[in-house]
């Protein structure tokens, strides 16, 4: 590696951490303002003076502890203050700044540039012993030790008596960890909400636990795992402390100086802790007062600098005593302590129930007094709830999402709600008139219901009514006009020579043909007899069953072959294929199946995925597997059909390729409405298409239901009218279709009659 990419990588890692520490110290996680500080330095000439003084005529607000600390990564880090000096081209055009060695050194090691202090000379033995002596015998009071200041007190060591000195700092150890105070610690383990630390500096182990909100500032990480690992070392500062459970905080501190960045939150000094003490003395001497004989000073036992203290001390139980005399009840036993606002509430409405003696809470005789607080306690509200839903809450509230099995109607009286409900009321009579009829029937005939298997509510009509309606079924009348015939008459056949180019050139390509072009049973064939499916299957998604097998058939009958063998499909829990198939109708979602398995379909040369506007969840799946493996597979060709126009999304999505537009067959459409709405839509439909059967000529109609039930008590209503015409009338064949129907039922609506 070359010295110029040691400099930048150099470079790059003091960025790094300049812009670590001012995350750690303002939150802002941001490069270009680190750059703008290292170039602030340069520009100072590495000069601290004048290194604070442009930070402060920016107004960055940064103390002198973190400004020193950024100047010393920058003089321990950068390429220019390394002690083996590079030359100016592999820096930059910036000139090394001269920076004297032992300023350096002062600048980078702050602790060790400290002068030292002279160590006081040790109390002798016999001065020890004689000032210990003077303290037994009373000479001396130990005050006077005590006037001494702690730091004092820790430079007059004892003799030495065999204890180790090898000069090396001792640790302080705490016997138990003390509030808000930091700790070096290290990770003993890690879950999801946080982290385990154990404190060093701790008598015994102790473990804390940091929270994942307290790990860093700024963002909340989701798994304490993203930042930590188990034994990193860490600082962390104790923010809670009950019994064995500690809490800490690593954001309170910084990781690497170990300054307190929450300096508010700190432990006191030894003059707050000594005025805590003082208050809790008084706060005891308050609570037990001595008495009036004890009150009296002896001046001949005392020395004016302790008599002065102690009338000041008789001065202040006087006072006490005096207060106490005042509250009679405090002088018999009451507490003293200051009720909070809700502890008054209660109490005042305690005392107003009658369960407690106001006498025994003189504090709160002015509130029971007061005739304005007696009329708000008194005072009675009315409150008024409006359920009404909220504009900008639409559909969010429990009134909105909450589920009733109650039908809710928004216009009773309306057309529409009258039109359901009366062909609603005719399918009920229909179900009713079944039953009752089956109800007759099993009435009228004996049966040993003690077999198994039979079923009571049967019914031999139904089965009589099924083939009524679904069978006798006219002989499939064969075409006058031959296959090939056909097949040239269709509009795809003139565009072959093109659309077989435009596929070899391209691998994807859009196809938008109309409903009748032959887009769906002429390109597979077209891909065969190209040489397509010498190397693989040539595949064809259908978004419904009934669609592959029907398809399949036909194209098995162009071509000549018995279904199964060069044709073939497969749909949910019917696979007609063999291994001699060339073409392959599948559902879109046995497609999917096959790319989970199989993600590169390298069984198939081509796959077409038909009626792709229609946008079922399998087919747009298909179009995220097909992408990846169109990539892994140059041979492979992909061709997506559409009957609508709007094709140019898909082609944006299989990057930008070319739209193939064949037009179709176009039948007119002629729409008429009726003069007024009908009270009852099923029985109007039922009339029209009696209408047409009986004065348009031959030819078949397709009546839109709502469900199961109005199909096939609209097959049952046309049969029984059509039957009571007489023989006379020309044949209606009726033909129910809906999901549940199995598919050999369904294919025989789109059979020729």
Known sequence: MADGDLVRLELLNLVAKITQEINNYIGF???TLAEFVISLHEQSNADLPTFKQK?????????????????????????????????????????????PDAERKRRMFPGLAIQNKEQQDPVSDDLFLKELGDIVSGRKKPADTDRLSPKQRRRSPSPKRGRRD??????????RPVLFKIYNGKVSGIKDFGAFVTLEGV??????????????????PNSAQDLLSKGQSVKVKVMSAAGTRIGLSMKDVDQITGRNLTPHLRIKSEAELEEDRRKAARAADAAMPLPSDQLEVDPAKYSSSELEEALHNLTLQAEIIKVREDEPSVLAGQTTKRLTSPERWELKQLISSGLLDPADYPELEEDLHNPSVQVKIKEELDIEIREDEPSFLAGQTKRTLDLSPVKIVKAPDGSLNRAALASAALAKERRELRQQEANEENDSQARDFSQPGLDSMSKDS???????????????KASAVPIQDQRRSLPIYKLRGPLLKAIDEHQVLIVVGDTGSGKTTQMVQYLAESGYADNGRIGCTQTRRVAATLVAKRVSEEVGCRLGQEVGYTIRFEDCTSPETRIKYMTDGMLRQECFIDPLCSQYSVIILDDAHERTVATDVLFGLLKKAIKRRPDLRLIVTSATLDAEKFSKYFFGCPIFTIPGRAYPVETMYVKEPESDYLDASLITVMQIHLSEPPGDVLLFLTGQEEIDTACEILFERMKALGPKVPDLLILPIYSALPSGVQSRVFEPT
């Open 462 to 476: 139904d089965e009589v009514s099924v083939q009524g309606l679904r069978g006798n079924v006219p002989s499939r």
């Open 166 to 175: 090898d000069g090396r700092p001792r640790r302080e150890i705490d016997e």
């Open 203 to 220: 008598a015994g182990r102790v473990e804390g636990m940091v929270h994942v909100s307290n790990i860093q500032g700024g963002a909340r």
């Open 29 to 31: 996680n941001d490069k």
């Open 55 to 99: 930070l402060k005529d920016m107004e960055a607000g940064f103390p002198d502890s973190f400004v020193e600390n950024v100047d010393r990564l920058i003089l321990t880090m950068h390429p220019k203050h390394k002690k083996k000096a590079r030359s100016s081209d592999n820096v930059g055009d910036a000139a090394p700044a001269t920076v």
